[in-house]
């Protein structure tokens, strides 16, 4: 069973708008879901939506870690106990930012589960990166 998701992705934008959109609750809540989040360690935050059709509703968990160009919390599925981490780790690059992002602890759910969990957060991460590269050429660039 595969336990780490791990996405890399160059962004063509200053690595402190690819911070900033991955660490501000307003503007994780334009490209992902509404966002209780504030990049403090020990916060308890907490992504809401309305129920839709894909059945995640709630995620919450800690900050860990939140060092500038480094982001880590625990994410923990609403109805749910089962704790995993995800980590941003961002680079600047001669054209923009490397973000590395890393999803793991996935086989602290149950083994069919832990399967099926990997599958929705991989497809779920690939969307969200998909949603954040929209969102820095929508409303950073348009200012």
Not at 70 to 96: A, D, P, Q
Request: proline share 3%.
């Amino acid at each position: 069973m595969k336990d780490v998701i791990k996405k890399e992705v160059i962004l063509n934008h200053a690595i402190d708008q690819v911070w900033n959109a991955i660490s501000k609750a307003e503007e994780i809540s334009n490209w992902f879901i509404p966002a209780d989040f504030k990049a403090e360690k020990g916060y308890k935050y907490l992504f809401s939506s309305p129920p839709n059709e894909k059945g995640c509703t709630t995620i919450g968990g800690e900050v860990k870690v939140a060092n500038p160009y480094t982001l880590i919390y625990t994410w923990i599925v609403g109805g749910t106990e089962i704790e995993t981490t995800v980590k941003w780790e961002l680079e600047s690059t001669i054209n923009g930012t490397k973000l590395y992002l890393e999803h793991s602890g996935i086989s602290n759910y149950a083994e069919d589960t832990a399967v099926a969990m990997f599958e929705s957060f991989n497809g779920g991460w690939d969307n969200c990166i998909s949603g954040l590269t929209s969102y820095l050429k929508e409303v950073v660039n348009a200012g």
